[in-house]
C-alpha cells in the first residue's frame, strides 16, 4: 500500500518541489469539537517556541509529559498490512491521524505505549482534503497515565521556531526527533489529489511510520500532523518533511465527531506552481466551477485577493480556506490582452475527488 506521489501540478502544489518525489510516512507493507472540546491551548505566540536549553521545557521533558498520547496504529486490509502514528486529543478516546494511514482498511488497531496491548478502533471519519481521520477508542481503553495532547495553533509560527515530532518509522514506536519549522504556507497534495495549503515544512526527521504522528513546538503542543517526506529517491527523510497544520485538525474534528463530511469551499482553478510576473497563472478553469461562472479564463493572471497582493502560491487555497460555501472572494486579475479586471467569485462546495 506504499504511495509516492510525484509534485505536478494541481493547484499551487508543491511549489519549487518538481525534482523530489513525495512520500506519504506510512510504515509496514506501506499503506502507509461537539460533544467535548479538543484540548486547545491556545496560539503559539512569537516568543513561545524556545529551543532546549533557552529557558523552556527540555526534549527529554517534554517527551516524558506528551509521548504517552501518542499511539501505534496498525491496520489491516485484506492480506496487507500497515503501520502508521496518530495522537489522542481527549480523554474520551478521540485519535488524530492521517486519512491515507487508514484508507482502505478494514481493521483498525492502536497502541498507546511500548509493550501495551492492542485496542481496537473504530474510523469515526475521514477528510481526505486535508488526509486528516479521526479514531474512536472505547475511553475505558485508555490506559490511566495516558495523557492527551494540546492543539496550540499553526498562527504566529515562524520559520526557525522549534519543533518536535514523536511517532513510529519504520514501526519504531516512540521515536522522538527535532528540528525546525523550515518555511511556512507550503503545498501539498491530499489523497484525493486537491492541494493543501499552508502545510509547514519542518527538517526534523520525518520516515515511513510517523505519518499522523504530533509536530509539537517547544511547549509540546501540537502544531501539525506528519504527512509527506520529500526525498531525492528511495522513501527515507531527506530533511524535507511536510505537516497538516493544526488549524485544520480544528476545522475538521467538530464534523468528523458528528460523523459528517467537512464543509469545503471551491473555487475551482488549477495555478502554476510559482507567483510570476507578480502574480499567480491560471493554468485551467473547471467548466461550470465558480471560477467559470464568473468569467475567469486560462491564462489569466491572478494579482491580488480582496485587494491583497498575490506573493506566493497559497494565497488563493489560503483565502478559500476561510471561507464557505457561497462566500464571496474577490480577485484582481491582468488578463492576457494586459486588460486588468476586478471579478467577485462566489464560492462553491468542494466535490469529493478531484480528477488529476
Do not use: C
Request: hydrophobic share 40%; charged share 20%; net charge negative.
Amino acid at each position: 500500500m506504499s504511495r509516492v506521489l510525484i509534485a505536478f501540478l494541481v493547484g499551487a502544489l508543491m511549489a519549487g518541489l518538481a525534482v523530489f518525489a513525495v512520500v506519504t510516512a506510512t510504515n509496514g507493507d506501506e499503506s502507509e469539537p461537539d460533544t467535548r472540546q479538543a484540548n486547545v491551548d491556545g496560539d503559539p505566540g512569537p516568543d513561545s517556541p524556545k529551543p532546549a536549553g533557552a529557558g523552556g521545557p527540555s526534549v527529554a521533558d517534554i517527551y516524558a509529559r506528551v509521548s504517552s498520547g501518542v499511539t501505534f496504529i496498525e491496520v489491516e486490509s485484506g492480506t496487507e498490512a500497515g503501520s502508521g502514528s496518530g495522537f489522542l486529543i481527549d480523554d474520551e478516546g478521540w485519535i488524530v491521524t492521517n486519512d491515507h494511514v487508514v484508507s482502505g482498511a478494514s481493521e483498525v488497531s492502536v497502541v498507546f505505549t511500548e509493550g501495551a496491548r492492542r485496542v481496537d478502533a473504530e474510523i469515526a471519519g475521514r477528510d481526505p482534503s486535508s488526509d486528516l481521520a479521526l479514531l474512536k477508542v472505547d475511553g475505558d481503553s485508555v490506559p490511566a497515565d495516558v495523557t492527551p495532547l494540546k492543539l496550540a495553533s499553526s498562527r504566529g509560527l515562524r520559520p526557525g521556531d522549534a519543533t518536535i515530532a514523536i511517532g513510529s518509522p519504520f514501526g519504531l514506536s516512540g521515536s522522538v526527533t527535532t528540528g525546525v519549522v523550515s518555511a511556512l504556507g507550503r503545498s501539498i497534495q491530499a489523497p484525493n489529489n486537491f492541494t493543501i495549503s499552508d502545510a509547514i515544512q519542518t527538517d526534523a526527521a520525518i520516515n515511513p511510520g510517523n505519518s499522523g504522528g504530533p509536530l509539537l513546538d517547544a511547549r509540546g503542543r501540537v502544531i501539525g500532523v506528519n504527512s509527506q517526506i520529500a526525498t531525492g529517491g528511495g522513501n527515507q527523510s531527506a530533511g524535507v518533511g511536510f505537516a497538516v497544520p493544526v488549524d485544520a485538525v480544528k476545522r475538521a474534528v467538530p464534523a468528523l465527531k458528528r460523523g459528517e463530511a467537512v464543509e469545503r469551499a471551491w473555487i475551482g482553478v488549477s495555478t502554476a506552481p510559482e507567483v510570476d510576473r507578480e502574480g499567480l497563472v491560471i493554468i485551467e478553469v473547471v467548466p461550470d466551477g465558480p471560477a467559470d461562472a464568473a468569467g475567469i479564463q486560462a491564462g489569466d493572471l491572478i494579482v491580488s485577493v480582496d485587494g491583497e497582493p498575490v506573493t506566493d502560491a497559497g494565497a488563493i487555497g489560503a483565502a478559500v480556506n476561510e471561507r464557505k460555501p457561497g462566500d464571496a472572494v474577490e480577485l484582481g486579475l491582468r488578463r492576457q490582452s494586459g486588460d486588468q479586471a476586478t471579478v467577485t467569485v462566489t464560492l462553491g462546495e468542494r466535490p469529493s475527488q478531484l480528477t488529476p
